[in-house]
């Protein structure tokens, strides 16, 4: 099946003329990418910092299960094999930040994160706080405190 990847990927995500697919508003700060099997870019979608955490979420559950339907159709009624399809999520927000803390938390808890890698993925999160869109959310911040280095950024950019 397909992959799904929440990454900075290519071009800027902050884009002041494009309209939000969600809303229509100009201004958007996020995208979303259906990839083909050799990368090519399927579709585009982008949002505004209003629409994104919802329109992000709604792609995601959209591609997860036509790769799910389109897989079962193959393995069980002999359709031909669907091509492996992947998807890219990038946002200027915090929210995907906030997702991967959400995501850690229980394996940090387990013991099963390395130290660097946390303390790395803070000093990330603490680095994009400047042109990250809205304030950081609380459990970043956590997070930023507890494994990064400087404890005093918090994105405070409004969009």
Not at 32 to 50: P, T, V
Not at 52 to 65: C, D, H, S, T
Request: charged share 25%.
């Amino acid at each position: 099946m397909g992959e799904f990847c929440f990454e900075e990927d290519r071009g800027p995500l902050i884009d002041p003329d494009a309209l939000c697919d969600g809303c229509g508003v100009r201004g958007t700060v996020s995208r979303a990418r259906r990839l083909g099997e050799h990368n090519e870019e399927l579709e585009l979608h982008r949002f505004c910092a209003s629409c994104w955490a919802e329109e992000g979420a709604r792609l995601q559950a959209r591609w997860k299960e036509q790769d799910r339907v389109a897989h079962e159709a193959w393995i069980f009624d002999g359709a031909p094999r669907p091509p492996s399809l992947g998807a890219t999520f990038g946002s200027a927000t915090w929210h995907l930040y906030l997702e991967l803390v959400e995501r850690l938390v229980p394996a940090i808890r387990r013991g099963e994160v390395d130290d660097a890698y946390l303390t790395q993925l803070a000093q990330e999160m603490q680095q994009s706080a400047a042109w990250r869109v809205g304030r950081m959310p609380i459990r970043v911040l956590a997070f930023i405190q507890q494994y990064g280095a400087a404890h005093d950024v918090v994105g405070r950019r409004g969009h």
